[in-house]
C-alpha cells in the first residue's frame, strides 16, 4: 500500500505564497498519477490539481478553475514527492489539503481527476490557513 505524507501547511497572510509537499513510499511511485484535495470546514473535499505520471509525451497538469494561475503542481520522481506551490493566496484557499494517489491509467473519462472515488491513496492532510 502505498503511504502518503503532507507538509509544509501553516498560517499565511493573503497574498502570500505557501509549497506543499506530499511525500510518497514505494518503488511504483513513478507509475502514478498525483493530485491535490483541499477541504475547508463544513465543506465538501474538491479538487484541487493533479499531475500525470512522467511518460515519453512528459507528464500532463490538471487545475481547478479556482486555482488557475496561481498554483502549479509538480513531481520529482528521484525524491518520491510531490508538490503544490500557492501563490497569490485568497482567504478561501483556506482549508485543510490533501495529498493523493491513484495507478495511473490508460485512458481518463471526463471528470476523472475530479471524482474523488478515482484516488485509491490519501494523506493525513495539512492545514493551510490564510489570513485577510
Known amino acids: 500500500q502505498v503511504q502518503l505524507v503532507e507538509s509544509g501547511g501553516g498560517l499565511v497572510q493573503a497574498g502570500g505564497s505557501l509549497r506543499l509537499s506530499c511525500a510518497a513510499s514505494?518503488?511504483?511511485?513513478?507509475?502514478?498519477?498525483m493530485g491535490w484535495f483541499r477541504q475547508a470546514p463544513g465543506k465538501e473535499r474538491e479538487f484541487v490539481a493533479a499531475?500525470?505520471?512522467?511518460?515519453?509525451?512528459?507528464?500532463?497538469?490538471y487545475y481547478a478553475d479556482s486555482v488557475k494561475g496561481r498554483f502549479t503542481i509538480s513531481r520529482d520522481n528521484a525524491k518520491n514527492t510531490v508538490y503544490l506551490q500557492m501563490n497569490s493566496l485568497k482567504p478561501e484557499d483556506t482549508a485543510v489539503y490533501y495529498c493523493?494517489?491513484?495507478?495511473?491509467?490508460?485512458?481518463?473519462?471526463?471528470?476523472?481527476?475530479?471524482?474523488?472515488?478515482?484516488?485509491?491513496?490519501w494523506g493525513q492532510g495539512t492545514q493551510v490557513t490564510v489570513s485577510s
Open positions: 514505494g518503488r511504483t511511485f513513478n507509475n502514478y498519477d
Open positions: 499531475i500525470t505520471a512522467i511518460a515519453w509525451s512528459g507528464s500532463s497538469t
Open positions: 493523493a494517489a491513484v495507478r495511473s491509467p490508460l485512458n481518463r473519462r471526463v471528470n476523472y481527476y475530479t471524482d474523488l472515488a478515482t484516488w485509491d491513496y
